[in-house]
């Protein structure tokens, strides 16, 4: 079941009539040979047929390390009846845009031409002048049932022609999912990959003295907005992972002084305890289908992994337990799984078929390797390190190659990635008796970092999937 807020407020999207299809798009339909459509080429929906443009066809942002420079873009405050809810969400939009690290809005006191039609094509040569080189226009209207429509169009300022046009409609409470949407749209418009702003974080908000901290399950947009408590505080609550396909969240809990994996459906708040263990469980993480959990079994002084499959209740012994294995997170085809494991000694990372076969060493550094989560794009593991005192973020490819470090600090841990695998979040935790954790996102550049703004401490961080 999708989770009831998602759906009561999930925007109509519609594309509205294109403007200024010029020779270089239509030259790319006859060679495309699809009979590319308005819908297609506009996206009513995440553009799934923005990979076939060509970089040489628009304005575009390269996402890469070399990367550096965040493009100027121009975002005038939109219109609309309600002057208040056009400027915010516009405000949306021009803030997550900016996070990103690859844009760049410019000062609206620059601006020489005063917007006043979608429809009408701007004056270009006004906007390059302000260093602008793309534009986007917007409106905002109260529907006569209630809801709010937002309707925006980008320009491509260097070429002077539209890129996109579209609008969307929600009720009342979902209207900030409208600048997240409308951000995610310009995003993958301008650098062809998917967006992640239309997303939530499932985390553990942290109240009160060090010694006596009250852990609570929480909720919130990917930039801060909208916190919601999941839990009371009367039991310690840990790691909470969303499914990959519905508005499920698996987190352990202390129950009856004794941890165990459980599941909560956001849409109805029921939990259930995931399978009948004699030992304690934890570290559970769905398989990419939504069908199992992976989780850690603990027996004596040693833990290992095992499966449960969510219909048929069967379990599957994927370790063995003479050793610490834990942490494990399927690969995004879930064929294989990632953990960490101290079979050798000191925590390290390992790979395995998703049926425990082929289990063999990646990690290579000196150091302590935990946490490790593979890529939604499969391309990297992200991953822990304690080395020399300091707690580090970094990446590495799947063999283990190319190791990175993206951050580090005092207590860095428990990496989760957005779901285009461009951003990871994580939780750092200051010294001192009045320090706690806060949440950060840094990108795969490493040059991107930014603390996400909570109410109160919070840690253990999980990217939910896009809306949609």
Not at 119 to 141: C, I, Q, S, Y
Not at 146 to 160: M, N, Q, Y
Not at 388 to 403: C, N, T
Request: hydrophobic fraction near 35%; charged fraction near 25%.
């Amino acid at each position: 079941m999708r989770d009831a807020r998602a759906d009561a407020n999930r925007p109509e999207q519609h594309d509205t009539e294109r403007l200024g299809l010029d020779c270089v798009e239509l030259t790319r339909r006859q060679a495309l040979g699809a009979g590319l459509g308005a819908a297609a080429l506009g996206g009513a929906g995440l553009l799934g047929s923005s990979s076939l443009v060509p970089a040489n066809a628009q304005t575009r942002v390269t996402v890469d390390e070399a990367n550096l420079r965040p493009r100027p873009i121009a975002i005038p405050a939109f219109m609309g009846d309600d002057p208040r809810l056009a400027k915010a969400i516009s405000d949306i939009v021009q803030a997550n845009l900016e996070r990103s690290g690859l844009f760049r809005p410019l000062e609206q006191t620059a601006f020489i031409e005063q917007i006043n039609s979608l429809k009408t094509a701007p004056r270009f040569a006004d906007w390059r002048a302000v260093g602008a080189e793309a534009l986007v226009v917007g409106k905002t209207t109260r529907l006569k049932d209630g809801r709010f429509r937002a309707e925006f169009r980008l320009w491509d300022v260097v070429l002077g022609k539209s890129l996109t046009a579209q609008h969307f409609a929600t009720s009342p409470q979902g209207w900030r999912r409208l600048g997240h949407i409308i951000a995610d749209q310009i995003y993958e418009k301008l650098t062809l990959e998917k967006g992640y702003f239309d997303s939530r974080i499932v985390f553990i908000d942290e109240t009160g003295p060090k010694d006596r901290r009250q852990k609570r399950l929480a909720i919130m947009d990917q930039d801060g907005h909208n916190v919601r408590l999941l839990s009371s505080g009367r039991d310690l609550v840990l790691t909470p992972r969303f499914s990959p396909h519905s508005q499920k969240i698996t987190y352990m809990s202390y129950v009856n002084g004794q941890p165990r994996v459980q599941m909560m459906d956001l849409a109805t708040g029921q939990r259930q305890i995931v399978g009948d263990f004699p030992g304690m469980t934890f570290a559970p993480r769905f398989a990419p289908d939504g069908s199992r959990i992976v989780m850690s079994l603990q027996q004596g002084g040693a833990s290992s992994l095992v499966e449960l499959d969510l219909r048929s209740r069967k379990t599957r012994q994927l370790t063995q337990a003479n050793s610490i294995d834990t942490g494990p997170c399927y690969a995004p085809d879930g064929r294989q799984i990632v953990f960490e494991s101290d079979r050798e000694g000191t925590q390290q990372l390992y790979s395995m078929s998703s049926n425990g076969a082929a289990q063999a060493r990646i990690s290579n550094g000196p150091g302590r390797y935990s946490t490790p989560v593979w890529s939604p794009r499969g391309d990297y593991i992200a991953f822990t390190k304690q080395y020399s005192g300091r707690f580090l973020i970094g990446v590495m490819k799947p063999d283990g190659s190319g190791e990175r470090i993206l951050t580090e600090g005092f207590h860095n841990e428990g990496p989760t990635w957005a779901p285009n695998g461009r951003v990871l979040m994580f939780f750092r935790e200051l010294p001192g008796a009045q320090g706690g954790p806060s949440i950060y996102s840094i990108d795969l550049t490493g040059y991107n970092e930014r603390r996400v703004p909570t109410p109160a401490f919070a840690s253990d961080p999980a990217w939910s999937p896009l809306l949609g």
